[in-house]
């Protein structure tokens, strides 16, 4: 199997970044129910559940978008600053 083109890993990072932006709102969404059932005192689990799903796919692609710079300069030419420099 070949490595994916400069191009393919490029339209992936700006896949997950957009993947992360919209499941951020998802995420605030489901924070904003879950304190309107806090103060409604209306206790289900489905209502926790629907802030940490969101919650784990924020983690994941997170920490994926914070290890890009210091995966990058793999890519960079010889003599040119790689992003996690500066
Ligand atoms: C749970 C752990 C999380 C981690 C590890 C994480 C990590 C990151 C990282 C590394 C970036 C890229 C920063 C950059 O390149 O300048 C980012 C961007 C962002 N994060 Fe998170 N994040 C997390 C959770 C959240 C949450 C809870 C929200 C909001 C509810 C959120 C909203 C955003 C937004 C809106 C961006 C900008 C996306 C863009 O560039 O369009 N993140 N996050």
Redesign the pocket.
């Known amino acids: 199997m070949s490595l994916p083109t400069l191009q393919q890993e490029v339209s992936l990072n700006s896949w997950i ?2 993947f ?2 919209w ?3 998802a ?2 969404v489901a ?1 904003i129910i879950n304190l309107v059932a806090m103060f409604a005192q209306q206790q289900a689990l489905w209502i926790g559940l629907l802030a940490l799903f ?2 784990i796919l ?2 994941l ?9 210091y995966l990058a300069p793999r890519r960079i030419p010889q003599g040119s600053t790689p992003a996690s420099q500066m």
């Open positions: 970044r957009q992360h932006r499941v951020s709102i995420f605030t924070v969101p919650l924020l983690l692609t997170g920490l994926y978008l914070f290890a890009l710079p």
